[in-house]
């Protein structure tokens, strides 16, 4: 099948792109023995950092977030996504605000918001109804019309179920679907009716008990548009990997890095390669108080090829910059 790329480079890209993101899932599935206390690092002993039983006796056991009993990894790695879904009857309100900056020519900005309430059923099942919003400023950028505007853009059903508990297993594992529905393309502004799905596999591991955890996911969507334009359907799909590592300072605060390898597809069950992307970047997560959370990340692409073109950042399809704020209230 050909894609216009050379095979010998894509083929090197998605190797090196798809081997450390690796690195992440080999950390959580390599260990399957039985679960042991963590050794003695160097770190724990220091007199700067005190062990997590002093911050734990005086933070609130706060349901679904970092508390006492433990901490929440959903949201600690930024773009990657943790196991836990949250306890039964829980409910969350969350906000995810996505912008990207900066194409090969020009000014360029987009800003996508995710607007959810999430409801916990059972500790295995929770459900998300959203809308979304969006808003772009995009000026001279080669292959996009000017635009200056923001809108509403569609609204999405989120399901989780969590297959595996991390906390009688060696890993944490839960399934994502999300289908959806949207008006305007996020990232050029221009009117369309989009019908589509996304489904990952979310996993996630402790390496050192209340401190380091590593996620591993798989994301795929599959999308079929029509350009309002000239009255015409087309289906693309997406296959992405992620890695993330973050460690907990204290209860309420959670620093670390992500990775995510994408490839881009024309058809939707990745028929032909169009184009793909590496990014990195720094993640946190905060816990402002018993209620409410911050978390977020800053990702630079670092590699990526789009097809036909000899560069070496994939900026046709893919943005320079991927920034996420997201805030949740929990109740």
């Not at 959806?180 to 596999?201: C, K, L, P, T």
């Not at 209860?251 to 024309?266: M, Q, T, W």
Request: hydrophobic residues 40%; glycine residues 14%.
């Amino acid at each position: 099948m050909k894609t216009g790329f050379d095979e010998g480079t894509t083929a090197g890209g998605f190797r090196n792109g798809a081997a450390i993101v690796g690195l992440m899932a080999g950390m959580m599935l390599s260990a399957v023995e039985a679960r042991a206390e963590p050794p003695s690092w160097p770190f724990y002993d220091a007199p700067s950092l005190p062990p997590l039983a002093s911050f734990a006796s005086a933070a609130p056991a706060v349901p679904g977030s970092h508390h006492a009993a433990g901490i929440d990894t959903e949201h600690i790695f930024g773009f990657s996504m943790g196991s836990d879904i949250g306890e039964p009857g829980e409910v969350e309100v969350e906000m995810e605000n996505v912008a990207a900056f900066g194409k090969r020519g020009g000014s360029y900005a987009t800003l996508g918001t995710l607007n959810q309430v999430k409801y916990t059923l059972t500790d295995r099942f929770r459900i998300a109804p959203g809308f979304a919003l969006g808003a772009q400023r995009i000026d001279t950028v080669p292959g996009f019309d000017n635009r200056r505007h923001m809108t509403f853009n569609g609204a999405a059903l989120e399901f989780r179920a969590k297959l595996i508990d991390r906390d009688s297993a060696p890993f944490g594992l839960t399934l994502h679907a999300q289908p959806g529905w949207s008006r305007v393309d996020e990232g050029s502004g221009a009117r369309i009716e989009q019908y589509g799905s996304e489904f990952a596999a979310l996993m996630d591991r402790v390496l050192i008990k209340d401190r380091l955890f590593a996620a591993f996911n798989v994301w795929y969507g599959t999308a079929a548009t029509r350009e309002l334009t000239g009255n015409t359907w087309g289906h693309d799909s997406e296959l992405q990997l992620h890695g993330a590592l973050s460690y907990a300072v204290t209860p309420a605060v959670v620093f670390g890095g992500g990775l995510r390898y994408l490839r881009s597809y024309d058809g939707g069950g990745l028929d032909r390669l169009c184009g793909e992307a590496v990014y990195l970047g720094p993640t946190f997560s905060w816990n402002i108080n018993s209620t409410v959370g911050v978390s977020g990340t800053w990702q630079m692409q670092i590699s990526g090829r789009g097809e036909g073109d000899g560069y070496k950042l994939n900026l046709d399809r893919y943005e320079r910059h991927q920034a996420m704020l997201r805030l949740n209230a929990h109740f």
